[in-house]
């Protein structure tokens, strides 16, 4: 890309596609060659918005507890991701088959011999097949409507406590109305859009989880509205006259973009090549009309001879390949290797094996979003996981001799300042936080919550800890498990427990929360037992530098633990005495009643006190991957896959999981895209990104959103560069927004992959969607094509099943088309030798049987087939590149099947015609035979690894002919059939049809071997 690209006049930066749009000229060759599939499209999408004009949406009023008082009426809270009813089903069917050229050709075809005059033979020759692939079709689509219905029954079936005058009655999912009271248990989801009125928790504090909505599994911290929790009783709330007023729906994180039907891109290239042979059948009807000298009624010999030739466009490709993809989705639930595995989408598996792009959630995918304490430096001396019991006993020390710990003379220098040194960090890690201790309430005989001191007995059986993030609460873990543990806390004051069991309390004076912008939380406490005051901050190094007291080791540490792929922390404190904070807090209180500037003010309070603070130590958590994950992504860019991940979560955590997944690897560089909100920032940005090589990006959603406004093509063609990107902050309509960007400026299959709620619209976008079915719930495994239990199993899903699909559909395809080329190929030879005569040579049964009981099972067994055993698919992953170049089925391998059909063809036919003797009748007899033998004999030829249901398949149609000649003396002479005549003459052309094709197979397998072949000898 030249630089000049990034350096004119802004007038100049057009996004490229848009421009090149604008100058296409729509005459009749676009209307030929689309248009009018755009025009009809565009007409129905007119009509149908027309009739079904959507609801304005508008505010509404709620009664609370009483539904009946809504003004207007609202639709059901039932998940339905049925695709038809009961009424639409059939149409809807018929719609999504002849919308396809093969099946609506064939369609015309069977209708127009109903017309006597282009009668060619027996309706059912054409009916017949027809009905089948329909009634297939329809099967398979009432199958899969079944399956969806049920998932949705048991997702609406779900039972929920409603709140009634009466009392608690249990309802459905599904029959909640809005204006409802539900009672929301503990570890219960929230089953539609709700408004906190009441908790058991006398503060009227709940942790509820997101993860539907935003993908983040931490607890957030929710209160509920304080009129309604004032309340003595739940009863209560029928006794007050309330309502609520809610803004019109709008189009945010709770609303996801969806796909009706899935079409595969071997479909639509399957489709194009049915064109290519419809175009050769209307050509080859053309010539032979022009042969004849367009004698007599010529356009109705015309319409003949594009009937007799109609074979050369099978209408068993659709029914093939659609049992051939039910196979290779069974095949994928019953692998052993990954378990739990479900297809869901029944059309597009071969899509798994084109695969270019792998656009991955982190949290729940990449991660387990488990957080594990790994690291504690203090400057001079560092603590993993194997030294943590030396920080245990200590701090069991520490506060076992308190006395004399505090006493300078009491011990020795050295050991005094290690023990208080762990005994500070220790306690500013437990102090310095927003984590809550929840413990489990006890309950009376009426069901009621008891509040009584009992229950705050602080047993370390029933504790459990919830904060917004799992960072803080990892951190809190570890002190715990080092002897000081946090037992109570509420608004006003935290409780610790020692190693010896004593209780201290602390009061919070003042808390400073996280925020993107700072990256750091403070909080400022006083001990009850002595009165001091102590400021505790932490946050990330970026921050934190310019705060703490000169060292010389802080950054250097951060970047060996950043290497690791740690999450780090610096943790510091500042003591102040009671005039201290006494201004502060006036100048603190003073700038929160500002009317100007009010943000800015407090943050310059703060600032006031973050100064010159004492550096306690230096935290790493680990975010604990899922299994395999590093291996597994090392196998995908070794397959030629480039992994972009789109995370909402900080940029900080994310470049973190970039590095210890291995998505970046050692040796390469992170580009961090600075924050920029206008086009000139975004222009010099970009221009110094373009400078970098081969180092991964990483940028936020809004910088992307502002490059996307003004640099589309530019941003789009110098990120599919980078070995790796990774979009942080992203909202579910971005995510989507880069796959489809993907999709438009590379033309390349995507494939997208992540577990929650917030990725639905992300994976619905994509050419190939996977969900994992985690702790985020079912919302994204349901939406998907294929759900998946661990981000391992990502792997053999796409090298062994993705190759194996794709290679068996290209060989079924083309191996189908074969077979209707060749019998076209003997029509044409037939008619041409007998004066261009627009007479069938094979009638009624015989092609029924052709395409059916003949030769069905020998094809179709292609999709046992495998060019690759598993293992060595999984060990030289460098194959799954060949795939995506999209070789095995081309317009390459395409001719060469047509002149393989040309050459057989005309080989049967003449053969024929040459070695019959006295009737016509020996013709067909010769030539059928030959024929079947010659479709059983090429399979055998195209399959690359024999399984015994192969063997099975050719004899037991080989047997199904023989068997069948005693019924067919319709067609055959018998008593000419037993003769050995017969057998010699149908040997001979057999043999002259296929052999030479036997040893092109083996000279080009000694002389120019495939790759695969190479490794698996």
């Given amino acids: 890309m030249s630089e000049e690209g990034f350096e004119n006049d802004e007038s100049d930066y057009q996004t490229l596609p848009r421009a090149r749009v604008n100058q296409r000229q729509r005459g009749l060759g676009w209307f030929l060659l689309g248009g009018w599939k755009i025009l009809c499209t565009s007409c129905c999408e007119w009509l149908a918005h027309t009739c079904r004009r959507k609801k304005e949406l508008k505010a509404r009023t709620v009664w609370l507890g009483c539904p009946e008082k809504c003004e207007e009426k609202y639709p059901r809270n039932a998940i339905k991701n049925q695709k038809y009813n009961i009424f639409t089903f059939v149409p809807g069917v018929l719609y999504q088959q002849f919308k396809f050229f093969l099946n609506l050709y064939f369609l015309v075809v069977a209708c127009s011999q109903f017309v006597p005059h282009v009668k060619i033979g027996y309706l059912y020759t054409y009916w017949a097949p027809l009905g089948f692939v329909l009634a297939v079709t329809m099967v398979r689509e009432a199958v899969d409507e079944v399956r969806r219905y049920r998932r949705d029954k048991e997702m609406n079936s779900q039972l929920y406590s409603k709140l009634t005058v009466r009392g608690k009655v249990q309802v459905k999912s599904s029959d909640i109305q809005v204006g409802d009271l539900i009672i929301v248990e503990k570890n219960q989801r929230i089953p539609a859009d709700m408004i906190f009125l009441r908790t058991s928790e006398k503060n009227g504090a709940c942790f509820i989880r997101t993860d539907q909505l935003d993908g983040e599994t931490d607890w957030k911290l929710k209160v509920a509205v304080a009129c309604t929790q004032r309340l003595p009783a739940l009863g209560d709330l029928f006794s007050i006259s309330a309502y609520v007023y809610a803004q019109k729906p709008l189009l945010d994180i709770h609303s996801f973009e969806g796909n009706f039907t899935r079409v595969g891109l071997l479909d639509l290239e399957l489709n194009r090549l049915t064109k290519a042979l419809f175009l050769a059948q209307v050509v080859l009807s053309v010539v032979m009309v022009a042969l004849q000298g367009f004698v007599g009624p010529w356009f109705r010999n015309l319409f003949r001879f594009t009937v007799l030739f109609s074979y050369i466009i099978p209408i068993s490709l659709r029914v093939n390949l659609d049992m051939g993809k039910a196979a290779y989705g ?4 019953k692998d052993e290797n990954i378990p739990g595995t479900v297809v869901r989408t029944s059309t597009i598996p071969e899509e798994l094996g084109r695969l270019v ?9 990449l991660t387990q979003n488990e957080m594990i304490f790994k690291r504690l430096h203090l400057g001079t001396v560092s603590y993993g996981t194997d030294t943590m019991d030396e920080i245990q006993s200590h701090i069991v020390q520490s506060y076992a001799q308190q006395p004399a710990f505090l006493d300078p003379t009491a011990a020795p220098k ?20 927003n984590v809550t201790p929840v413990y489990e309430s006890r309950t009376t005989v009426n069901g009621e919550t008891e509040y009584t001191e009992a229950d705050q007995d602080f047993s370390d059986d029933n504790r459990t800890y919830q904060a917004s993030s799992p960072d803080e609460v990892a951190l809190v873990r570890w002190t715990e498990s080092v002897g000081l543990t946090l037992v109570n806390r509420d608004l006003t004051s935290m409780q610790l427990k020692t190693p010896a069991g004593q209780i201290l309390t602390f009061h919070i004076l003042q808390i400073f929360p996280f925020t993107s912008e700072s990256k750091r939380m403070g909080i400022i406490v006083r001990e009850e037992a002595t009165g001091d005051i102590t400021f505790y901050m932490k946050g990330a190094d970026v921050a934190m530098t310019s705060i703490v007291q000169y060292n010389d080791w802080l950054e250097e540490e951060c970047g060996n633990m950043a290497r690791e792929g ?3 922390l610096v943790v510091a404190k500042k003591s102040l005495s009671e005039e201290q904070y006494q201004d502060f807090e006036n100048r603190y209180n003073q700038a929160k009643l500002s009317i100007h500037d009010r943000a800015l003010k407090v943050a310059a309070v703060v600032e006031s006190l973050e100064r010159e603070m004492e550096l306690l130590c230096l935290t790493g958590v680990e975010d604990q991957l899922q299994a395999d994950v590093r291996p597994t992504l090392e196998l995908l860019r070794n397959a030629g896959i480039k ?9 900080e955590t994310a470049t973190c999981i970039a590095k210890s997944s291995h998505l970046v690897s050692r040796n390469q560089n992170i580009h961090i895209f600075r924050p920029v909100s206008n086009r000139g920032e975004a222009h010099l940005e970009l221009n110094s990104f373009r400078r970098k090589h081969d180092c991964a990006l990483v940028i936020s959603g809004d910088s992307l959103e502002v490059c996307l406004r003004y640099y589309e093509h530019e941003f789009v063609e110098l990120a599919c560069q980078c070995p790796a990107v990774v979009c942080c902050r992203c909202s579910p309509t971005q995510k989507a927004q880069i796959v489809r960007l993907l999709q438009q400026h590379t033309a390349n299959r995507t494939c997208a992959i992540g577990d929650g709620g917030n990725d639905v619209s992300m994976i619905q976008a994509a050419d190939c969607g996977i969900g994992i079915e985690g702790k985020e719930g079912k919302q994204a495994s349901l939406a998907a094509d294929f759900s998946i239990t661990q981000f391992k199993h990502i792997g053999r899903l796409l090298m062994v099943h993705g190759r194996n699909s794709y290679k068996r559909s290209a060989a079924l395809g083309q191996f189908v088309m074969h077979r209707g080329l060749i019998i076209s190929t003997m029509q044409a030879v037939f008619s041409s030798i007998f004066y261009f005569a627009s007479v069938p040579l094979y009638q009624g049964f015989l092609m029924v049987g052709y395409a059916t009981i003949y030769t069905m099972f020998p094809v179709f067994s292609l999709v046992l087939d495998q060019d690759v055993k598993p293992e ?10 060949d795939l995506t170049k999209g070789r095995s089925l ?3 391998t395409f ?8 050459y057989q063809g005309g080989i049967l036919m003449y053969g024929a015609l040459l070695l019959f003797e006295s009737e016509f009748v020996h013709v067909v007899a010769i030539s059928f035979t030959a024929l079947i033998l010659t479709e059983l004999l090429m399979v055998a030829l195209t399959i690359r690894t024999w399984h015994w249901l192969m063997v099975v398949a050719e004899f037991f149609s080989l047997g199904c002919y023989v068997a069948s000649l005693a019924f067919l003396n319709e067609y055959f002479d018998l008593a000419f059939i037993t003769t050995p005549a017969f057998l010699w003459k149908v040997s001979v052309i057999t043999v002259v049809s296929c052999l030479p094709l036997y040893i092109i197979k083996y000279l080009k397998r000694k002389f120019s071997p495939p790759s695969y072949s190479k490794l698996s000898t």
């Fill in 643 to 651: 992994i972009w991940m789109l995370t909402g979560d900080k940029l």
């Fill in 330 to 333: 069974w095949m994928i639930t």
């Fill in 895 to 902: 001719f060469i099947w047509v002149l393989i059909s040309v």
């Fill in 890 to 892: 081309s317009f390459k």
């Fill in 414 to 433: 050295v050991r005094k300042s290690v023990i208080s040194r762990i005994h500070e960090a220790v306690k500013a890690i437990a102090l310095c936080h």
């Fill in 566 to 568: 740690l999450r780090t």
């Fill in 357 to 365: 792009y792998l656009l991955t959630d982190k949290t729940g995918t």
């Fill in 872 to 881: 060595m698919a999984l060990l030289y992953p460098e194959l799954y590149k």
